[in-house]
């Protein structure tokens, strides 16, 4: 039973574009909802994270939205950058329960020049 | 001034054997981590460690434990390895209920 899940698998955004990724869990007991990026051969890297006492964070070009009663939370990437082409995971846990994270299934995303 | 390192990048063996990979983290933080991403990059939680106490997944099979020597080491011993095992697998470290700091993985190949 996937407990996180995750669209769309792939993602082209021309660039300056912005980029949406979703994703939907099922526990609501879940209190701490990241995103990571991670490039080809390294290992995931904290983007942004969001705690459901907020319904939006922005960080830079990077913005989580979250919708407590819908169960959803979105990354959006403005102005997507080549540079930012990567795999995007979202991620969630609950802290009393080691604080270990349930990841979405991934979006690669292709920010075309 | 890796934050966190693992060793080594790639791991490649055979059926039936026993094999370990090593972890450390020089943030310290008092939690560390194990997962597993497959060829499909699904990435799956296997072990939370903090110097009291031990969270395992309940689908980690019993041929995985992670040994810890002090607090800035987790190492995952894998006892009579299968195909299926074949992933990388990824430490991470963090302070309790803050952001997980990843390694850069390593990439074991079972034949």
């Known amino acids: 039973q996937q407990q996180v899940k995750q669209s769309p698998q792939s993602l082209i955004v021309q660039k300056g574009g912005i980029s949406i990724i979703n994703c939907a869990y099922e526990?609501?007991?879940?209190?701490?909802f990241p995103w990571y990026q991670q490039f080809p051969g390294k290992g995931p890297a904290l983007l942004i994270a969001?705690?459901?006492?907020?319904s939006e964070k922005k960080e830079g070009r990077f913005t989580i939205s979250f919708n407590k009663s819908a169960k959803q939370f979105s990354l959006h990437i403005m102005d997507s950058q080549p540079g930012d082409s990567a795999t995007y995971f979202c991620?969630?846990?609950?802290?009393?329960?080691?604080?270990?994270?349930?990841f979405g299934g991934g979006t690669r995303l292709m920010v075309k020049p | 001034d890796t934050a966190v390192s693992q060793t080594p990048k790639y791991l490649v063996t055979q059926m039936g054997n026993d094999k370990s990979i090593k972890c450390e983290q020089n943030?310290?933080?008092?939690?560390m981590y194990w997962y597993k991403q497959d060829s499909k990059k699904f990435l799956k939680i296997m072990f939370s460690?903090?110097?009291?106490?031990?969270?395992i997944n309940e689908t980690v099979p019993n041929r995985f434990s992670p040994k810890s020597p002090d607090k800035a080491h987790l190492n995952l011993h894998i006892n009579s390895l299968e195909l299926g095992d074949s992933a990388v697998y990824f430490c991470?470290?963090?302070?309790?209920?803050?952001?997980?700091?990843f390694g850069p993985g390593t990439r074991l190949t079972v034949t």
């Open positions: 991470a470290s963090s302070r309790r209920g803050a952001e997980q700091y």
């Open positions: 526990n609501t007991a879940f209190d701490y």
């Open positions: 969001i705690r459901p006492d907020v």
């Open positions: 991620a969630a846990s609950r802290d009393n329960a080691g604080n270990m994270l349930t």
């Open positions: 943030l310290g933080h008092d939690t």
């Open positions: 460690y903090n110097n009291k106490e031990l969270i």
